[in-house]
């Protein structure tokens, strides 16, 4: 009985030291999750339904809009070609103001847009939640599975799609979509 009793203080003084690693450990973690909360917190408010890109270009977006918009190098070799085929088409982009590839792609497709003195009349902006919904069921028949998700229009119907990121460019994949090529966007099958 009484090895029994040294063996379980043994093993007791053990698992303690040991304890106080682990919960050394735990502290660390603890301090991670917290400073994960605190970024989380930070987070930008995350817009839903049709948006002008002012919406998304001015504080509190100006953060991720403005720095991505304005260091894109368009390829205006192809843009050239792109221009005059976006005469009668239209374009519906769903992004989220929560989504990285949003916030990457879209800055990109307006910087395109400018430089191609594009008219925005063109381009219905939706934003979505992060179940890529709207409260009034704007993505309804859309498909929407991924952001963001550029359809592109002629004549009142959808031609492609470019969905999350281009294949290639965003240039390059709207001529392909434009120019009638055989176009996959990254999630066709």
């Not at 605190?38 to 339904?49: M, Q, S």
């Not at 374009?91 to 847009?113: A, N």
Request: charge should be negative; aromatic fraction near 10%; hydrophobic fraction near 35%.
């Amino acid at each position: 009985m009484k090895k029994i009793l040294y063996t379980m203080l043994v093993l007791a003084f053990f698992a303690c030291k040991d304890e106080k690693k682990t919960n050394e450990t735990e502290k660390k973690e603890v301090t991670v999750s917290k400073e994960v909360i605190n970024e989380e917190e930070k987070e930008l408010p995350i817009l839903t339904g049709v948006q002008t890109r002012k919406a998304i270009s001015s504080a509190p977006y100006d953060s991720w809009f403005g720095p991505t918009y304005s260091t894109y190098p368009v390829d205006k070799e192809t843009g050239a070609k792109v221009q005059p085929l976006l005469a009668d088409v239209n374009i519906k982009v769903f992004m989220g103001t929560w989504c990285e590839d949003s916030q990457r792609e879209v800055p990109h497709f307006y910087r395109i847009l400018d430089v191609l003195k594009i008219n925005e009349q063109k381009v219905e902006l939706i934003t979505v939640d992060r179940d890529k919904m709207t409260p009034n069921h704007l993505e309804d028949g859309f498909d929407i599975t991924n952001v963001p998700t550029f359809i592109f229009y002629k004549d009142g119907k959808e031609i492609n799609r470019i969905v999350e990121s281009p294949v290639t460019s965003l240039e390059k994949d709207m001529l392909s979509i434009l120019s009638g090529e055989d176009y996959k966007h990254i999630y066709a099958e």
